[in-house]
């Protein structure tokens, strides 16, 4: 935060860089980082990504940003799992091939990609946050396994699951003295679509309020077999987002205390957000009417 003291300051020096928009130098009032920066939150001081001492060719080399991420190959058959693959190129009703259209409904046709993993040092707080994590697993008995894959990317890690440990891991992150990730700001579901190996994830988005850090976790399942651990009891945050999840999704959360659609009507058939799910053709109340799907209703000749 600049204070109005802050803007004062000459052109050329750190103070008037600051005002300019630019982050404010670490000694100067207001230099501590806030919650969604990596940085060293017990002093204070925040930490560029990679190491101070990189220069910024090298550290645009080293960040696994989203064209690091494009048309990564997916794990071959038989190997460690990984991170899964995230889509398949598909195409909309209207064919186009590019363009602005990021809504996928003018049919912008998206590559698909597996996210790279991240080498060490990750930058910033994130390799205290995995040591700490790593400590805490071998003190509880978790094997080294659980984790699929940890990926660093726009200055965000995210650490891939196995869903066969996710509830003690998350019982780690929130009790250990040195993690503290006691707030679960979010859990949200993904669908990657029809032809992609376990193609629902479940994404857990973790605060530390102790250490102002943020973490986020993914866990990813088959179609066939959509279901993980509630994480209710840790986190009661977990419940309405589970809920939704389950009704969005079809993602089924064992142990959730009361696990029933949260949007749809109770008897509603299908998951409204699943890729495969109709966009039309769907009876609403009103005179009897139905609206046809979308590549049904207008067609150029």
């Known amino acids: 935060m600049t204070t109005p003291s802050d803007d004062l300051g000459p052109a050329n020096t750190p103070r008037g860089k600051a005002a300019r928009g630019g982050r404010p130098p670490a000694d100067a009032p207001g230099g501590s980082s806030s919650v969604d920066s990596p940085a060293a939150v017990q002093t204070g001081t925040p930490e560029p990504v990679g190491g101070a001492e990189r220069a910024p060719a090298e550290e ?18 038989g190997g460690p799992l990984g991170a899964p693959t995230t889509g398949v190129e598909r195409s909309g009703m209207f064919m186009a091939r590019d363009g602005g259209d ?29 040591d700490a994590l790593t400590d805490a697993m071998a003190e509880r008995s978790i094997p080294a396994d659980a984790i ?61 309020m102790t250490y102002r850090r943020r973490i986020r976790l993914e866990v990813a399942v088959d179609e066939p077999d959509a279901h993980v651990p509630s994480a209710v009891a840790v986190y009661p945050t977990a419940d309405w987002h589970e809920r939704e999840c389950w009704d969005m999704f079809g993602i089924a959360f064992a142990g959730h205390p009361a696990l029933t659609r949260i949007l ?38």
């Open 60 to 77: 645009g080399a080293k960040n696994t940003g989203a064209a690091d991420l494009a048309l990564a190959e997916p794990t071959p058959p």
């Open 148 to 208: 699929e894959q940890i990926t660093v990317a726009n200055q965000e890690m995210t650490v891939y699951l196995d869903r066969t440990h996710l509830t003690a891991l998350l019982w780690a992150l929130r009790d250990e003295p040195s993690l503290r990730f006691e707030l679960l700001s979010s859990l949200s579901g993904v669908d990657y679509g029809p032809g992609v190996p376990r193609r629902l994830h479940v994404v857990y988005e973790l605060t530390s």
């Open 102 to 130: 990021t809504s996928g409904y003018g049919g912008l046709v998206v590559a698909p990609y597996t996210p790279a993993p991240a080498e060490r040092p990750y930058g910033g707080y994130f390799d205290e946050v995995v």
């Open 264 to 301: 749809m009507p109770d008897d509603w058939e299908g998951h409204p957000q699943r890729k495969d799910y109709p966009l039309g053709g769907i009876p609403v109340e009103y005179k009897g009417a139905e609206i046809a799907p979308p590549d049904e209703r207008r067609a150029y000749t």
